[in-house]
């Protein structure tokens, strides 16, 4: 994605990011961001998406198998490397993620023993690769949000903070405002010495 969208002579973006939802309904989430205006009137990010799905599927060079696994064995050695460090947080997301939505004890088996689905995944062929992509990425429903940033609205909640502070300022008087002052500087010393205990 970071090929056909970012490093480009006019790129769409500055970054692509996702990210996958394991919820009972789960969703695959890509993020664009600091797409030009212009891109984001014109619809091309969704056009550009699904021109390169097209391409993955009947391109038999342009879809890097290799790329893929080596992918498949980082998110393999991360996961393992937060079960080794972060059991004490990851097995318990996992039970509460198969409380709330498992439907049979295999599914627990299956969650807990992620090394086996890596190792599957590693195994799968292109066929199985492009089925993905033309099921879940290409042919599936999308949903696009497009958020583009207000200068008037900026301006509006600049002003809404210095009216607010002002306020404050108005509230407290200089009485207040040193008291205040006085219980920062206190605050700051305790973490100080705390951080250094």
Known sequence: MKI???????PFCSQVTF???YNLNPF???VFN??????LDEGQ???KLNEIFKKLIDDEDYFDLEELKKCIKKFKLIELRNLESGFNSTLPYLIIFDFLYGKSQSELDEILNTKRIFNKLL???ILFWKNILRDYLLNDHKVIVRGIPSIKKHNELANEEIQRVSQRKKDLGDDGLKLKANELLNAIKECELLISA
């Open 4 to 10: 056909e969208f970012v490093q480009i002579s006019d």
């Open 19 to 21: 990210n996958i939802s």
């Open 28 to 30: 695959i989430k890509l």
């Open 34 to 39: 600091n797409v030009p205006i212009r891109k």
């Open 45 to 47: 990010i969704p056009l």
């Open 123 to 125: 195994s799968e062929d």
